[in-house]
């Protein structure tokens, strides 16, 4: 009987021990397979620059064993690449921004961001309100100043649709001055560069975009950055005013995050904030920041849960501001 019982507890001895070794490499062994980043757009622009630069630092700096590959899912504004991320385990990711919840708030989408497992949130651009090098507007309080006169004088370009972060923060913006936005006069073009292309042109009188889009612009002296949306000065453009230094109360991030599929476990959540946070503090990561003008926005997984529900509140306050909803 002794004997009975000795062996018992050697089993169990070794039972225990290897579960807590299996435990020991990453919760059950994952990532245990090739793993996706969906970009959900096509080749070239934000959403795939961002998959295929974590793609690039994970892999050289050996913080994931496992393969990863970049995976163009395009179309719907994020849409189809979201969906395709639902239908997947928690081997595939997806890059994701404001549109995950301004599709759904501006009803061009089914999907809500509760719907996913929040990852992290990676970097941010920030938000530009430029004019011509000869405009009248000699700051953003003459701007709105001007506009809050007479808003369907001043020509506002923004691309490529309403309701996206270039429209919205200037939605804020005007919102905050005390403008009702959906008085505003915007005019839409098909992207970014489209919109400097007419403000150069002389086709509108103000732009609000991305600024990357106008700072070597705003550098070379070809037109002006009235305002940016940070909370402090930019690098090597600290003559230009944030908003707040302009008397509004506002800051609005461009940011860039990742997500995951529903359900994952909280030992696979833990999994990539340590890998995650570690990729942030390379200096290829930094490097990656540098080259695109971005700023370092990172949140680990439980504050960009936080950080998505804040937004989602800031959004749907925005878009009902803007009057999208009542066309």
Partial sequence: ????????????????????????????????????????????????LTARSLEKVLTEQE????????????????????????SKDSHSLAVNSSLVLTNNLLEQSELSYEEFTPIATLATEWQALAVPADSPYK???????????????????????????????????????GINPADLNFLVYEGGGDVVTALLGGHVDAVTT????????????????????????????EDVPTWQDEGVDMVFPHWRGVMGPPDMTEDEIAYWD??????????????????????????????????????????????????????
């Fill in 139 to 177: 700051t953003a309080s003459e701007f709105l100043e001007a506009t809050k006169e007479d808003p369907n004088s001043v020509k506002i370009g923004v691309g490529p649709g309403l309701g996206n972060d270039d429209h919205l923060s200037l939605v804020q913006a005007a919102s905050e001055f």
């Fill in 274 to 327: 340590s890998k995650l946070e570690e990729m942030i503090q390379t200096d290829q990561w930094q490097q990656v920041l540098e080259n695109n003008d971005w700023e370092d926005f990172y949140k680990n997984s439980k504050e960009t849960k936080a950080f998505l529900q804040e937004q989602h509140d800031l959004y749907q306050r925005l878009v009902n501001d803007s009057g999208l909803l009542d066309n």
């Fill in 63 to 86: 913080l994931v064993d496992e393969n990863i590959n970049v995976v163009n899912k395009p179309g719907g504004g994020g849409e189809v690449g979201w969906k395709y991320l639902k």
């Fill in 210 to 237: 991305s600024l990357s889009e106008v700072k070597d612009q705003h550098i070379a002296g070809k037109l002006k950055i009235l305002a940016v949306s940070s909370d402090e000065p930019v690098e090597d453009i």
């Fill in 1 to 48: 009987m002794k004997k009975f019982i000795k062996v018992l507890l050697t089993m169990s001895v070794i039972f225990i021990t290897a579960a807590c070794s299996g435990n020991a490499s990453g919760n059950d062994g994952y990532p245990n397979k090739n793993i996706e980043m969906v970009a959900p757009a096509s080749p070239g622009g934000g959403w795939d």
